[in-house]
């Protein structure tokens, strides 16, 4: 309070000499920039008071205050200075919806401006909800500052600065491409009928601000739903608690969470604490006093105790009207810190408080033991995750049933189970029904190792190091080392995302929940607490330091995975060091130096990184094995004597050198034809691919990135007919070859910031099963050629910058874009972004399955087909920026937008 008193201070004294009309309403809703402070509001209206303010801003205002909202309207008639006042920056900041209402004067009032520049920042920043009214103008004259509301700007703008004004424009253009409402055009022009779609419109968007994320799968909650309903609705003029109990893992938060739903937009005060017991054991007891300070305060209060949280809490929340959920509380001293006894709140609060442990509840009236669902309605949720459907088939009918009365109702065992299950054969569920029958259902955890527990060997060892050293990582590198450890990865991570262990994300990465890749790492430590020698994986680095240093000349059989992080120092190690490792299939070491002579080192590794190095540390391994080999900022070269020791390596699958920049001709790949991936990144003087490339047959992923002395592709790489993805990016590349049609295969072709480049072949139409083809980068490329439209599985095309000099001072080049890229049904997505196009063909209305369509800062853009509007997939459109664009976008038939800029 005293902070706020001193804000509010500070505000009245700097603006004395201002001219102030007197509030005209003294309602506890009404709020001005001298009282706004740390106040939160639902609503901030903001609006040029010479056109509206006794009009139709008075109107909307009262139509809100009337539905309950806390309204920010600012009563200063005139304001002094040239800084927006801080309190008012903090009242939009501290609003869930800001409403400007754009009228013929707005754009002649700075203040104005500068309060819609803050609104739309806070929308990008924070995601605030921003509902503009065009009241009396046009969308089109705010956003181009045409006409009568063009000339109000104009007049404002040459007093100010020209930053100044360059903000105000890309704020007045950002706010007409979003939805609101035209006064003149909406309900006939009768702005009463106005004020109410508002009202209507604000009640919607603040009730799902505040809903929780709940599961779509919900079986049987309906009943107890309405139970809990019945318990908080049982005396509606006191502040009522109820405690929901149970087992972990039966459900109890998303119970809550669904009452919480429900009842969210009958309180203006809200908070969601989660996962109490752990959040605590980490953080303490004050972080979450903090949060809900703020959820129901909106003050940023950092209490140094429990008892200094407890005296804020207790005298600030009397006249708070709250609905609090707290989640998985562990001990009642945790109640006791965050609401204290009933008359901490206003009579009529809603408190629900989920817990494992009963007894934490003795002093809450109101208790309710969830207990596990039915089996009929056990059955229908796990049919959902191992079928996908709501009940089983009759083959599987009786084996389901026995595997879910082993789930005891318990429903993350039901859904864990089930995605372990999905895709099985009866075999296999006979024997996970036995492993099942034999573990009590007790906690998630137990549930979440019996999955890793049904893993054969091959699949755990996959899972292990993935939680220890591969999550995000991309999956073909690794599966490469899988598969010479017979590990079988293809069937290993299948059976691993069947399972809900692991995801694979949108490029092929590997991702691990937090909670597994913990499980894991727990499991490998349990091999051996207390020594890092006798443990299978070892990913810390000062335990990694203590395998190699300790224990001189005792062998240590059991590791056979070692990662060195880079984020440390410089480190020295020796070949007698690593002789003790006869079992090491995988060595990642970053900023270290190998000392000794050994040539024989590690003769089981399959994997070896290591960065900022010479280039003979390679020399000094085993290499008859090894399958990956990745080396980064060493000062390897073309020439280097060690490509004949390295010949050796004749099972090795993917070779990445990094920022080596000695590199100015490729090795001679005639040894490794068994290579199938082959990168090469920031070899800055790298000017030559050597013809031998032709004679790995195998390579499916080929990479020249930020190679920029590169200048052209040797013709035997034409050989390549396995090739699927090829990136040439940043490189001096002038042209694709003819050849390139021989890359029948090739699915992804990506040529970005390539900027000599001048032209594709026709050839490339022969590409038939490319999927993504990227040319972005300010290249010299002017046209496409024709038969693109021959390219009939493309899905995404990016022509960023293209038919633009790198030179702005030089006139843009036009880029063309020929009528048959309608025939591109697959395509999806299309970035023209900052590119020389003037028009778009007629045929652009003929890609159906267009999602994402990007013409921003394309300057020579005079206007858009009229067949734009048979998009009718299109779900963005955004053509920011475009200064030639001439009227307006039609966007009628765009039935699926939902971004317009």
């Given amino acids: 309070m005293k902070?706020?008193?001193?804000?509010?201070?500070?505000?009245?004294?700097?603006?004395?000499?201002?001219?102030?009309?007197?509030?005209?309403?003294?309602?506890?809703?009404?709020?001005?920039?001298?009282?706004?402070?740390?106040?939160?509001?639902?609503?901030?209206?903001?609006?040029?008071?010479?056109?509206?303010?006794?009009?139709?801003?008075?109107?909307?205002?009262?139509?809100?205050i009337d539905a309950g909202f806390r309204v920010f309207r600012d009563?200063?008639?005139?304001?002094?200075?040239?800084?927006?006042?801080?309190?008012?920056?903090?009242?939009?900041?501290?609003?869930?919806?800001?409403?400007p209402i754009l009228s013929l004067n707005y754009a002649s009032s700075k203040w104005c401006l500068r309060e819609l520049v803050e609104m739309m920042e806070c929308m990008k920043s924070v995601g605030q909800v921003v509902l503009p009214i065009f009241y009396r103008v046009e969308p089109a004259h705010v956003r181009h500052q045409v006409e009568s509301f063009g000339k109000t700007f104009s007049r404002l703008s040459r007093k100010y600065l020209e930053e100044d004004v360059a903000k105000w424009k890309q704020a007045l253009q950002e706010v007409a491409s979003l939805k609101g409402w035209e006064s003149e055009r909406t309900a006939n022009g009768h702005e009463g009928e106005l004020v109410k779609m508002v009202v209507r419109k604000v009640l919607s968007e603040l009730k799902k601000a505040f809903r929780l994320d709940v599961t779509e799968q919900l079986v049987g909650i309906d009943n107890v739903v309405e139970d809990i309903l019945r318990l908080l609705d049982d005396n509606p003029s006191a502040t009522q608690i109820v405690g929901i109990h149970g087992m972990g893992g039966i459900g109890k938060t998303t119970l809550a969470k669904v009452v919480y739903n429900k009842l969210s937009d009958q309180f203006r005060c809200r908070s969601f604490i989660a996962d109490i017991r752990e959040t605590t054991r980490h953080k303490g007891i004050s972080s979450l006093q903090n949060q809900l300070i703020f959820d129901i305060l909106k003050m940023d209060v950092q209490v140094s105790n429990i008892d200094e949280g407890i005296g804020i809490m207790k005298s600030r929340f009397k006249r708070k009207k709250v609905l609090l959920l707290l989640d998985d509380v562990d001990d009642n001293d945790r109640i006791k810190a965050l609401v204290g006894k009933h008359d901490w709140?206003?009579?009529?609060?809603?408190?629900?408080?989920?817990?494992?442990?009963?007894?934490?509840?003795?002093?809450?009236?109101?208790?309710?033991e969830l207990k596990e669902i039915a089996e009929d309605k056990s059955l229908i949720l796990f049919s959902r995750h191992a079928f996908l459907r709501d009940s089983p088939p009759c083959e599987f009918e009786s084996l389901s049933r026995a595997v879910v009365s082993t789930a005891g109702g318990l429903p993350l065992a039901l859904e864990v189970v089930g995605s372990f299950l999905y895709g099985r054969n009866r075999g296999f569920w006979k024997d996970a029904l036995k492993k099942l029958k034999e573990v009590p259902h007790v906690k998630v955890q137990e549930k979440?190792?019996?999955?890793?527990?049904?893993?054969?060997?091959?699949?755990?060892?996959?899972?292990?190091?993935?939680?220890?050293?591969?999550n995000e990582c991309e999956r073909l590198c690794v599966s490469h080392m899988w598969e010479a450890c017979n590990f079988l990865p293809n069937m290993g991570i299948e059976t691993l995302t069947f399972m809900s262990l692991v995801k694979i994300g949108y490029n092929g990465e590997l991702r691990m929940h937090d909670q597994l890749r913990d499980l894991g790492r727990e499991i490998v430590r349990q091999e051996d607490y207390k020594t890092p020698m006798n443990r299978s994986r070892v990913w810390i680095h000062e335990e990694a330091l203590e395998v190699l240093q300790r224990n001189k000349g005792k062998e240590k059989d059991r590791v056979e995975a070692l990662?060195?992080?880079?984020?440390?120092?410089?480190?020295?190690?020796?070949?007698?060091?690593?002789?003790?490792?006869?079992?090491?299939?995988?060595?990642?070491?970053?900023?270290?130096?190998?000392?000794?002579?050994?040539?024989?080192?590690l003769p089981k590794l399959r994997c070896l990184a290591w960065s900022k190095c010479p280039a003979s540390v390679v020399t000094s391994f085993h290499l008859e094995k090894l399958v990956v080999l990745y080396l980064s900022d060493c000062d390897i070269s073309g020439l280097w004597e060690g490509w004949s020791r390295l010949k050796v390596a004749k099972q090795l699958k993917f070779l990445a050198l990094e920022n080596c920049p000695c590199l100015k001709v490729t090795p001679d790949l005639s040894a490794f034809q068994n290579l199938e991936m082959l990168s090469f990144v920031r070899c800055d003087n790298l000017e030559k691919i050597h013809?031998?490339?032709?004679?790995?047959?195998?390579?499916?992923?080929?990479?020249?990135?930020?190679?920029?002395?590169?200048?052209?592709l040797p013709q035997e790489m034409g050989k390549l007919e396995e090739l699927k993805k090829l990136f040439i990016g940043k490189t001096a590349i002038q042209e694709i070859p003819r050849w390139i049609c021989s890359l029948k295969k090739l699915e992804m072709l990506v040529v970005s910031k390539c900027k000599s480049l001048v032209e594709l072949p026709d050839s490339i139409s022969h590409l038939v099963d490319l999927s993504l083809l990227e040319l972005s980068g300010y290249s010299k490329l002017c046209r496409l050629p024709e038969c693109i439209g021959s390219l009939v599985k493309l899905q995404y095309l990016s022509l960023v910058g293209v038919g633009i000099p790198e030179d702005p001072q030089l006139d843009h080049a036009l880029f063309h874009i020929p009528n048959s890229i309608g025939k591109l049904e697959w395509l999806t997505g299309l970035d023209l972004s900052r590119s020389g196009i003037c028009e778009l063909p007629e045929s652009i209305g003929d890609l159906k399955n267009l999602k994402t369509f990007y013409i921003a800062h394309c300057e020579k853009l005079c206007g858009l087909p009229s067949t734009i509007r048979k998009l009718g997939n299109l779900e963005i459109l955004d053509a920011t920026e475009c200064k030639s664009l001439q009227g307006e976008i039609q966007i009628d038939g765009?039935?699926?937008?939902?971004?317009?800029?």
Avoid: M
């Avoid at 201002?18 to 740390?38: L, N």
């Avoid at 190792?449 to 060997?457: P, Q």
């Fill in 691 to 712: 013809s031998s490339i032709g004679e790995a047959k195998g390579l499916k992923f080929l990479q020249f990135r930020c190679c920029e002395k590169l200048k052209e």
């Fill in 75 to 99: 009563d200063n008639e005139l304001r002094e200075g040239e800084e927006i006042g801080t309190n008012l920056l903090r009242a939009i900041k501290n609003s869930k919806i800001s409403i």
């Fill in 3 to 64: 902070r706020d008193l001193v804000l509010e201070h500070s505000f009245v004294q700097s603006n004395k000499k201002s001219a102030r009309r007197k509030a005209d309403d003294t309602s506890a809703s009404s709020f001005s920039a001298t009282s706004a402070g740390g106040e939160s509001y639902d609503v901030f209206l903001s609006f040029s008071g010479k056109d509206t303010r006794k009009t139709f801003v008075d109107h909307l205002y009262n139509g809100l």
């Fill in 448 to 470: 979440l190792r019996i999955s890793y527990d049904a893993l054969n060997y091959e699949e755990q060892q996959i899972f292990l190091d993935i939680a220890c050293f591969f």
């Fill in 894 to 901: 765009l039935s699926s937008l939902k971004i317009l800029r």
């Fill in 345 to 368: 709140f206003e009579k009529g609060s809603r408190i629900i408080i989920t817990t494992r442990i009963r007894p934490i509840l003795d002093d809450v009236i109101c208790q309710y």
């Fill in 563 to 601: 990662w060195l992080d880079e984020n440390h120092s410089h480190v020295e190690l020796t070949t007698e060091q690593f002789e003790t490792l006869p079992n090491l299939r995988l060595l990642r070491v970053d900023n270290a130096t190998l000392i000794g002579d050994s040539k024989g080192l």
